[in-house]
């Protein structure tokens, strides 16, 4: 059993560059969650998608950000234009939300960690 | 929005102590959640609640959601050098089943 993981790990780049990270949910796994994490602070969500379609996204998630997941399986995060302030922990989750409604936990992956110069 | 707050920020013990935190929240909670985080690696559930009042263990850990559904505890017994990392308490966010809020997090250090 494979759980979640997330490439690359680390990622250093230089401000005004763009950049894109990738999350390979638990095979079975229907619904897909990002969330940032900044020093000292828990995560915070900024997207999710059942299936393919994007059901919810954060106010945290500007512009320059953009989530996908086109077959529902893998999902992309890009963001455009970094600053600084993007330098963070950028999570992912997965769940299966059953036919009745019920929801099963989220499993994280290891994250991706941002360093913006 | 929710919050969570969790108490205390911070624990330093020596291994073989007992350790409790708990978390509280501005609005009522259905579920419950107990999650550890080792440096650079993602959360971990840990232990999960449903209902009021319920009490659930993990090995040595156990935790319980509050009657008012506000609040939940979690308590780790004799502690060892391992259960150092970061606990978050965190809960469904808003109307959607979704997205997850977490607490800032209990700092954990053992000393052996």
């Known amino acids: 059993d494979t759980g979640v993981s997330q490439d690359p790990r680390h990622k250093i780049t230089k401000r005004g560059q763009n950049v894109t990270f990738r999350c390979d949910p638990i095979s079975e796994h229907n619904r897909l969650y990002w969330y940032r994490q900044t020093l000292g602070q828990g995560p915070e969500f900024l997207t999710y998608f059942q299936n393919e379609a994007q059901l919810e996204k954060s106010r945290l998630l500007s512009d320059r950000f953009s989530a996908e997941r086109p077959k529902g399986s893998f999902s992309t995060l890009e963001i455009q234009r970094t600053e600084q302030g993007d330098s963070a922990m950028y999570l992912c989750a997965s769940s299966s939300l059953h036919s009745g409604g019920v929801q099963e936990t989220q499993y994280f992956g290891p994250g991706t960690r941002l360093l913006v110069l | ?112």
């Open chain 2, 1 to 112: 929005g929710q919050q969570l707050n969790q108490s205390p920020q911070s624990m330093f013990i020596q291994e073989g102590e007992d350790v409790s935190m708990n978390c509280t929240s501005s609005s009522i909670f259905n579920t419950w959640l107990w999650y550890k985080q080792d440096p650079g690696e993602g959360p971990v559930l840990l232990i999960a609640l449903y209902k009021a009042g319920e009490l659930t263990s993990n090995g040595r850990l156990t935790a319980q959601f509050g009657i008012t559904r506000k609040d939940s505890f979690l308590n780790i017994s004799a502690s060892i050098p391992s259960d150092v990392g970061i606990y978050f308490c965190a809960g469904p966010g808003g109307t959607s089943y979704g997205k997850l809020t977490f607490g800032q997090g209990t700092i954990l250090t053992v000393h052996p």
